[in-house]
């Protein structure tokens, strides 16, 4: 729930993760928990916690289709001009967006 902010105890014991090295953690879906339309601009400090955190080599990506339950209609498009917003170095996007999810599922 975003209105309860980073330190709410969930988040704080997801980022705790990060540390142990064994995780990985998918930073798309904003619109099903967000409050706001796109862009869900109250989830944006939770991806920047997140890759922090983990930092882009334990983030992926995911284009959650087929948008099953989406509050609202999803474009592809919008989709990938707001990763480039929320992760604008190009280096990487190509971690969270090739790397990344190539070591995890072994390709």
Known sequence: MPEQGLNQPGF?????LAQTGR????LSGQ?????????????WPYVQ??????????CIWDSDWPFLRAPERMDYGLLLQLLE?????AGD???VLWQTPRQL???
């Open 31 to 43: 619109a099903k928990f967000s409050r706001q339309s796109y862009p869900w601009g109250d989830t």
């Open 85 to 89: 917003e929320l992760i604008p170095d």
């Open 105 to 107: 599922l072994g390709f």
């Open 93 to 95: 996007r190509h971690r």
């Open 23 to 26: 995780c990985f953690v998918k």
């Open 12 to 16: 704080q014991a997801l980022l705790s």
């Open 49 to 58: 916690a997140l890759l922090q955190a983990f930092t882009p080599d334990a």
